[in-house]
């Protein structure tokens, strides 16, 4: 069965510091990855996205993620935190081939900067 | 357009109450989901569906129903609550079975 694991739980970055969240999948075939954002109180919005091409991707506010196939991984970056990135983070795969697109989660991270 | 709308935003029932949580897209998306968040366990999927008329189980769809009876609206049904059904839930529709959109929440407390 396909899983996905965000090793981070919690994690509290001074504004400015540099973030980089883990996610890890467990899938031997092809796969779509996703980075989605829930700011508090929010419904969660997409961050980015990789089906195919460049490993690395951007996506909005300054974010960006790596595919490293050979490592099973999809971590997301950002060069400089802001107070506004407080928000949890999830990592989603879905298996290209699956019917109807359902998405596996990852257990969310919880980000705090601190102004 | 107002994307993907959920009714209500909150409830609390009783255990053995019924209730039916409706979510509506204006997309004209052909898949849609529902899903559960519970801290620490990110989200889990209870079903979905791939088309009007059509509906399937997913990761946890003990205890829930749904029914897809018009393309824009996917409805969740719980026939008889229980505290472990306390939660948010939420809604998703998509074009494709990739990129999907989501809806605000309904927060439930089963007590």
């Known amino acids: 069965a396909q899983s996905v694991s965000q090793h981070n739980h919690h994690v509290i970055l001074s504004e400015a510091a540099s973030l980089e969240l883990g996610c890890n999948y467990s899938?031997?075939?092809?796969?779509?990855l996703f980075w989605y954002v829930q700011y508090p109180g929010q419904h969660l919005q997409l961050l980015l996205k990789?089906?195919?091409?460049?490993?690395l991707v951007k996506g909005i506010k300054g974010f960006e993620a790596e595919f490293i196939k050979s490592k099973f991984s999809f971590n997301l970056r950002k060069p400089s935190v802001q107070w506004s990135d407080t928000a949890e983070y999830f990592c989603a795969v879905n298996a290209a081939d699956n019917q109807g697109g359902k998405l596996i989660f990852g257990q969310g991270t919880e980000l705090s900067v601190k102004p | 357009n107002a994307g993907v709308t959920q009714t209500p935003k909150f409830r609390v029932l009783k255990t053995g109450q019924s209730m039916t949580l409706l979510c509506a897209q204006d997309m004209n998306h052909e898949y849609m989901y529902w899903y559960r968040q519970d801290p620490g366990m990110g989200l889990r999927l209870i079903h979905y569906s791939v088309g009007e008329g059509t509906t399937a189980k997913g990761e946890v769809p003990d205890g829930y129903n749904v029914s897809r009876l018009k393309k824009q609206n996917f409805l969740l049904g719980l026939e008889s609550a229980a505290p472990s059904q306390t939660s948010v839930y939420f809604c998703a529709s998509s074009r494709t079975s990739l990129e999907q959109y989501f809806g605000p929440g309904t927060r439930l407390t089963v007590t």
């Open positions: 990789y089906f195919s091409g460049d490993p």
């Open positions: 899938y031997g075939g092809t796969v779509n």
